[in-house]
């Protein structure tokens, strides 16, 4: 082992630990090995490999924020997202996202260094896609495939998870935690609920107004007990909203749209009103049963 060259990278991470110690927490659970194989820098999710010729040609800031793109990557999952895009196209996207939130958060970015302010605020993804299949320039880094089995890859993703909110909540603690980090951090562990999952239990919900033997109470069943459910062939009135402020295009009203009558169709209302709204009411349409609503954009204002 080359003592010189692995002294940077360890000097490097502890000085993240004092001053970024987000990155520094994170930084801690990749382990540092010499690979003369590696032209720069690599990263799998469990290692950061680097080549210790060229580690010693960085000074020692730029060796903090080589280390910290490295933790980004595995905090983005970018190794085992990789799927079936091309491998280089896929890391230039990712380098463009890292090296745009290092520079936020007041880390030195390297002059050959894949940064570009025409990406800032899009993801790896959305980049990625706009990149062409060969992109010019050398990312400062490789991304190495993580482990081949989904059920050990998705728990990895899972563990990196659970360390980036607990190295979130220290750094946050101690003032330290930069404002793009903590939104993505909110962002990431903020519970997703699909819109269409809890509008369409909310609808069977509401629609169930009377007991019947036909559908069996199964709470009471796992009691070995057996009573009537809720249920009903169709309901009452029902009243829907549908959003037409400026955000909202066609293909999203259609989306509004094929729910309200999914809906109307599971659960057969006596008559079903649709209000359009920005700002203000612009407009309430009423179909009776049987009725095939018609949707039409109202409105469009702030």
Not at 5 to 15: I, M, N
Not at 34 to 52: H, Q, R
Not at 267 to 294: L, S, W
Request: charged share 25%.
């Amino acid at each position: 082992m080359d003592a010189q060259a692995h002294a940077q990278p360890t000097k490097a991470r502890a000085g993240l630990i004092l001053d970024q110690p987000f990155f520094g927490a994170l930084a801690l659970r990749l382990k540092l090995v010499e690979d003369s194989t590696t032209k720069t820098l690599a990263v799998n999710g469990k290692v950061i490999k680097y080549n210790p010729d060229f580690i010693k040609t960085m000074s020692l800031l730029l060796t903090k924020s080589a280390l910290a793109h490295e933790v980004m990557h595995c905090v983005f999952d970018h190794m085992g997202r990789l799927s079936e895009r091309e491998p280089k196209r896929w890391n230039h996207a990712g380098d463009y996202v890292i090296n745009q939130t290092l520079e936020d958060a007041g880390f030195e970015i390297g002059e050959s260094w894949l940064h570009s302010s025409a990406f800032k605020g899009m993801s790896t993804d959305d980049i990625y896609n706009q990149l062409p299949p060969d992109p010019p320039g050398d990312s400062q880094d490789e991304l190495e495939p993580g482990d081949s089995d989904p059920a050990q890859r998705a728990a990895e993703q899972r563990e990196w998870q659970i360390a980036t909110a607990q190295a979130a909540s220290a750094a946050k603690a101690l003032g330290k935690l930069p404002g793009a980090l903590e939104r993505f951090v909110d962002e990431m562990l903020k519970p997703k609920v699909d819109w269409r999952e809890r509008l369409r239990r909310f609808i069977d919900q509401a629609s169930k107004n009377d007991f019947s033997w036909r559908r069996l109470n199964r709470r009471a069943l796992s009691q070995d007990v057996m009573l009537p459910g809720l249920f009903s062939e169709s309901c009452g009135k029902i009243q829907s909203w549908i959003d037409t402020s400026g955000s909202i295009d066609q293909h999203t009203l259609n989306v509004f749209g094929s729910e309200i009558t999914a809906v109307i169709d599971e659960v057969r209302p006596e008559e079903t009103e649709v209000g359009y709204c920005d700002a203000e009411i612009n407009h309430i349409d009423t179909f009776k049963d049987n009725e095939p609503p018609q949707f039409n954009m109202h409105g469009g204002g702030g």
